[in-house]
């Protein structure tokens, strides 16, 4: 039985570390001159009055897509665009107590006993689709999800 143990122990590395190079992959670090030139012209429209924080690019269900880090009036917002330069995706930074009721009540419910340390929207096709927010427990960190009502989703955004 110990070489079996060995053995499972030996996989489960391996299959580690090819997991988390996979998902270093996924998203790595560009330059601005490294974009395509739709993407550019997005970019160039969506920083005004921002600072760019930075590029990645990434690969999302075998798709190409770009992400730029902006700093708008003091806070985060993370927008994905695809190589026609269409935005698939924004994340914004969003103050606790700038929210409505019903999600700051739905965040803190799905918190439980965590604290709601940073919250962010989440816009796709131009639609907000969910707030998420992350929460520290115990001094573990993890994240949490409602929907544009406060409500819980079916499935995480």
């Known amino acids: 039985m110990k070489f079996h143990w060995i053995t499972v ?51 999302d269900n075998g798709q190409k897509l770009y992400e730029v880090k902006l700093m708008v009036d003091g806070h985060k917002k993370n927008i994905l665009i695809d190589a026609t330069g269409t935005i698939v995706e924004v994340e914004e930074q969003v103050a606790m107590e700038s929210l409505p ?6 965040l803190q419910a799905k918190a439980g006993n965590g604290k709601v340390v940073k919250v962010e929207s989440i816009t796709k096709n131009n639609k907000l689709v969910a707030y998420e927010a992350k929460i520290v427990t115990g001094g573990k960190k993890s994240e949490i999800q409602v929907g544009p009502d406060g409500k819980p989703l079916d499935h995480e955004e």
């Open 9 to 59: 122990v030996g996989l489960a590395a391996v299959l580690t570390g090819v997991l988390q190079s996979q998902a270093e992959e996924q998203e790595k670090k560009i330059e601005r001159s490294s974009l395509p030139t739709a993407v550019e012209k997005t970019v160039a429209a969506q920083s005004q009055r921002a600072t760019i924080r930075g590029f990645a690019e990434e690969i």
């Open 101 to 106: 009721s019903a999600i700051r009540d739905g």
